[in-house]
C-alpha cells in the first residue's frame, strides 16, 4: 500500500548534524500523517516527531525539542528530520512511520514503516 524508505544515517561525532530523508510510494502522500521513531540496542521504539500530512503541525519528544525539526516536501513524496546538536544518546536506527489518520507519538498509530537507518553519534 504505502512504501517507505529512510536514508541519511550516519557517524557524526556529537554536537555535529544530519538529515534523514524518508521517501514514500503507493498513495497521496500529503494524505498521511509522518512519524520518526528511533530505537537504541535493548530499548523499546520511541517516538521522536510526527507532522501532519499538511505540514502545518509538528510534535516532538522533549528530549529533541530544539534541536531536530520535522518537515515534508509533499511534492517530493518526502518526509525530513533535521538533526542538530546531536548527542550521544540519540544513537539508534530511525524509522519513518506513515498513517492514513491524523498521527500517534505510539509505534501502534502507524500502519507503515520503513526499514530504518542507522545514526550513530560519537563522544
Known amino acids: 500500500q504505502v512504501q517507505l524508505v529512510e536514508s541519511g544515517g550516519g557517524l557524526v561525532q556529537a554536537g555535529g548534524s544530519l538529515i534523514l530523508s524518508c521517501v514514500a510510494s503507493?498513495?497521496?502522500?500529503?494524505?498521511?500523517?509522518t512519524g520518526w521513531f528511533r530505537q537504541a540496542p535493548g530499548k523499546e521504539r520511541e517516538f521522536v516527531a510526527r507532522i501532519t500530512g499538511s505540514g502545518l503541525a509538528t510534535y516532538y519528544v522533549d528530549s529533541v525539542k530544539g534541536r531536530f525539526t520535522i518537515s515534508r516536501d509533499n511534492a517530493k513524496n518526502t518526509v525530513y528530520l533535521q538533526m542538530n546538536s546531536l548527542k550521544p544518546e540519540d544513537t539508534a536506527v530511525y524509522y519513518c512511520?506513515?498513517?492514513?489518520?491524523?498521527?500517534?507519538?505510539?509505534?501502534?498509530?502507524?500502519?507503515?514503516w520503513g526499514q530504518g537507518t542507522q545514526v550513530t553519534v560519537s563522544s
Open positions: 512511520a506513515a498513517d492514513r489518520r491524523s498521527g500517534s507519538d505510539t509505534t501502534t498509530g502507524y500502519a507503515y
Open positions: 503507493g498513495r497521496t502522500f500529503s494524505w498521511f500523517s
